[in-house]
């Protein structure tokens, strides 16, 4: 069905009267027995949240549909694959079904059609699985993005929380066999529950410590269990806010020794996924240990965890620390790291972790993709929206609007990029740069054929560099760079 504005106009109607199913219904996607609200005669589960919303359709740049892709054709060729293989997009469920608008000064604006307060919690738990398939299916979108406590409700101890767990992965499950949905990535929520206040790999209470792991060993259980293809830690709550009551070298030990239990975990549970580490400066914590991609890579390597991680570059978190989501994938990227991308963009006024969809920045779309494309993709990682509505966005169809936004963005941005490695004009300018290296004394520099003898030697018998040193040329790098933005 094609998006169709009549609907919209009809759409508040769905908030009065959502469609309710048991327990089975939601498990089985049948229904317990006949006349439940919500099934048909044939016994069918009828739960829909996005009526009036069809599968989204891809009708190029002309287009004034805002319902509809303008540059994302997910099966056409781009840079010798199809786009959705560049892509990979995922839709996370934290934001997109567990955003309530709710912020530190005020409540929840959101009146979602799938949360209904009357119902228990797994009732709850299994609607919104119901609602991200739905979703997922209608935005044509194969990957989503889970922590563990978002998408079942803690129990009583430890046990039940786990069975809670299982149970709704069942029913994942079930929807994943009929969409060919998969997760991107799974990962465990290591910084709501006031048992990690003081952090969790880095608490100084060793029973918080075991409980994370036992967390984490849980969460990567179900993740390889629904074929998720990689596994992401991102600390929240591993850094500190004073040093006057930390032990800073005591509690990066720590972490390592976390990080090196679940590597050695995912081998033995035989999930072939990458563990992936997602670096931010600070926020919830004055100082989070994985302050940027340099400053995590240095700390894998001196732990000799270097081979089992690479890193989750999310675009806002890049700018909290002072650089550009551009040189965080460069960087990552030179180092052989770059896994995947929590895709977002921050507020350059605000200064905080905004997670906001990026939708109308053409070029620095195009400087992602470039580095995308010249490392030949993200796979097994992709693009996870880790995006929200702005707080006044309260219809569902902003759900729709914001991941088509967010997705066009990216495609329009691979196809720049795509045109700018082919012409090979930016990657010419840099390599003639670095050209005094390909001959003579710089040769024998890069062959470590010199030291500081040699060179000494060099430079007293050659005229000063400073004779023949080009211009830089940077503004007309960035008129040839603003000739592929389109
Ligand atoms: C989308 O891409 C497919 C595959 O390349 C192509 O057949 C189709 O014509 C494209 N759609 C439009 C509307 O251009």
């Known amino acids: 069905m094609r998006y169709n504005q009549r609907h919209l106009t009809r759409w508040p109607t769905l908030k009065r009267a959502p469609q309710r199913c048991g327990w089975q219904v939601l498990i089985l996607g049948l229904c317990a027995h006949g006349g439940d609200p919500g099934c048909t005669e044939e016994g069918i589960c009828q739960l829909e949240f996005f009526p009036g919303i069809g599968e989204i359709q891809y009708e190029g740049p002309t287009s004034r549909n805002p319902m509809a892709f303008r540059y994302y054709n997910a099966s056409e060729v781009v840079h010798g694959k199809p786009m959705k293989e560049w892509l990979r997009f995922s839709v996370a469920f934290w934001h997109t079904f567990r955003g309530d608008g709710s912020d530190p000064f005020g409540s929840a604006t959101k009146a979602w059609p799938w949360e209904d307060a009357s119902l228990d919690p797994m009732e709850m738990a299994f609607r919104r699985i119901r609602a991200n398939f739905e979703f997922l299916r209608k935005l044509g979108v194969e990957y989503w993005c889970f922590h563990d406590r978002d998408i079942a409700p803690e129990g009583r101890d430890l046990a039940e929380t786990n069975e809670n767990l299982d149970k709704v992965v069942d029913l994942a499950l079930d929807l994943q066999k009929q969409t060919g949905v998969r997760p991107l990535w799974g990962t465990a929520q290591l910084f ?58 005591t509690e990066l030990d720590n972490l390592a020794r976390f990080l090196r239990m679940a590597a050695d975990y995912k081998r033995k549970i035989g999930f072939k996924g990458t563990l992936l580490i997602e670096p931010k400066p600070q926020e919830p914590t004055k100082h989070q240990y994985d302050w940027d991609a340099a400053t995590t890579i240095g700390f894998l390597r001196e732990h000799g965890l270097k081979n089992d991680f690479k890193l989750n570059i999310e675009c806002n978190h890049a700018t909290l620390s002072q650089h550009s989501c551009e040189h965080e994938l460069q960087f990552s990227s030179s180092q052989g790291m770059l896994g995947n991308i929590d895709i977002n963009t921050g507020d350059p006024q605000t200064g905080w972790d905004t997670d906001q969809f990026q939708i109308s920045d053409p070029v620095e779309a195009t400087l992602l993709m470039a580095v995308v494309l010249r490392q030949g993709g993200l796979a097994p990682g992709g693009f996870n929206f880790d995006a929200k509505l702005r707080r006044e966005s309260t219809a569902v169809e902003d759900l729709f609007y914001a991941h088509i936004g967010g997705m066009d963005a990216l495609a329009r941005g691979l196809r720049n990029a795509a045109r700018l490695l082919e012409q090979g004009e930016v990657d010419s300018v840099i390599q003639a740069r670095y050209s005094s290296f390909d001959e003579g004394i710089g040769k024998d520099i890069v062959n470590g054929k010199v030291g500081f003898k040699e060179l000494e030697k060099y430079a007293l018998s050659h005229p000063d560099p400073i004779e023949d040193l080009p211009s830089a040329h940077a503004e007309k790098a960035e008129i040839v760079l603003s000739m592929y933005v389109q």
């Not at 992401?232 to 004073?242: A, I, K, Q, S």
């Open 192 to 249: 709501k529950h006031p048992r990690y206040m003081h952090g969790a790999a880095t608490s100084p209470q060793a029973g918080v410590f075991a409980y994370a792991a036992a967390q984490v060993k849980k969460a990567m259980e179900v993740t390889l269990r629904l074929g998720g293809l990689n596994y992401v830690f991102w600390g929240g709550r591993e850094g500190y806010h004073t040093l006057r009551n930390t032990h800073l070298k």
